[in-house]
């Protein structure tokens, strides 16, 4: 598997070492700074650096195409990759917004290649434990949810918080990793409405670092989700979740469930994980994502979440930033 990457920062440099670890061949960098692109060629050991996509693409010889650049480079980079039969692994967001998320949906369906949205969290043992209990009913109907996707005490600079670049603040950043692991968590259900308070309060720019984010979904479950960079506390790690049943409670990061026998008493049933971990987003959720993905091209077979879980959750992060603009419930 010939790998290449767009971006060097913090985030290529992570599934750079997942591709290494997983023995595949690190063929390629793109990136208009020379002196970053030359930094990182050296300490993956990469032969070929690019200037831009569309001059890797021409060169060839690329099998999968990682994109971790920022997040207006998304849809074009990745579009241009499919279409050349290049298969993608596309960081969250998406995309700047649906519209554009819609157009790489269209470039997956109509290409020979294959598309993965970089929702990590799928893919942590902690997650697919309560997924699993969820699944087989332990916790009866699930009624409301709550989530988290905030970084206490500290926010990203840079182009992370310019929104010609970013598309969105801390919701984009963060809060699309909360709505994204509630909903794998209750199975994928649609938005049905989305209703959202987003502002800027801790830093002088022109993107968001607070939001509190009510989905409604279909079928009836309500999720409150909270985002935001700067927050002077944080009720759980980024990704917890707590869901809410006819039986019991289930709970990531810390991760366990309690459910109530016929006369009602509770019992604590423990994931054997422990809390809190040394490491919150290890290595290996990494390594694990890019094995199922590369996976998925061997046998021909489309990934989840892929263009379709990935525009979904742009279509919930549009509505709330129009309900928060109207003080309105936007209707999906």
């Known amino acids: 598997m010939n790998i290449a990457f767009s971006g060097t920062g913090y985030i290529s440099k992570i599934h750079a070492q997942a591709a290494r670890n997983l ?23 990469i032969a070929r650096q690019h200037a831009d996509v569309g001059e890797m693409l021409r060169a060839g010889g690329v099998d999968v195409l990682v994109v971790g650049t920022p997040n207006y480079l998304h849809a074009p980079e990745a579009i241009a990759a499919l279409r050349a039969g290049v298969h993608v692994l596309v960081e969250k967001p998406m995309a700047l917004n649906a519209a554009e998320a819609r157009a790489m949906l269209d470039a997956s369906t109509n290409a020979p290649a294959l598309l993965l949205v970089a929702h990590c969290w799928r893919f942590d043992p902690e997650v697919l434990w309560l997924r699993a209990r969820a699944q087989a009913g332990e916790l009866g109907q699930i009624i409301r949810t709550k989530g988290y996707g905030v970084h206490a005490n500290w ?10 670049f970013a598309g969105g603040g801390a919701l984009a950043d963060m809060g699309i990793h909360a709505i994204d692991t509630v909903r794998f968590l209750l199975g994928d259900p649609q938005p049905a409405s989305v209703y959202a308070r987003i502002g800027t309060h801790y830093k002088n720019y022109d993107v968001d670092d607070t939001g509190v984010i ?46 109530t026998n016929a006369t009602g008493a509770p019992t604590v049933h423990p994931s054997g994980f422990a809390h809190p971990r040394a490491d919150h987003s290890p290595q290996s959720l990494y390594d694990a994502q890019l094995g199922y993905f590369f996976d998925c091209i061997r046998q021909q077979r489309r990934p989840v979440p892929g263009a379709a879980e990935g525009l979904c959750n742009m279509r919930i992060v549009d509505a709330a930033y129009e309900s928060a603009r109207s003080s309105e419930v936007v209707h999906l």
């Not at 595949?24 to 060629?41: D, P, W, Y």
């Not at 926010?155 to 010609?164: D, I, M, Q, S, Y």
């Not at 989905?215 to 479950?221: I, P, T, Y």
């Not at 700067?230 to 019991?248: I, K, M, N, S, V």
């Open 214 to 259: 009510i989905v409604n979904w279909a079928g009836g479950v309500s999720s409150y989700i909270e985002s935001g960079w700067w927050q002077p506390h944080c009720d759980g790690r980024e990704a917890a979740t707590q869901l809410y049943g006819t039986r019991g409670i289930g709970s990531i990061f810390p991760t366990h469930t309690t459910s």
């Open 23 to 45: 023995g595949a061949q690190l063929v390629a960098v793109v990136n208009h700074r020379s002196e970053s692109m030359a930094q990182f060629a050296q300490q993956f050991g």
């Open 155 to 164: 926010g990203p600079t840079g182009w992370f918080t310019e929104a010609r």
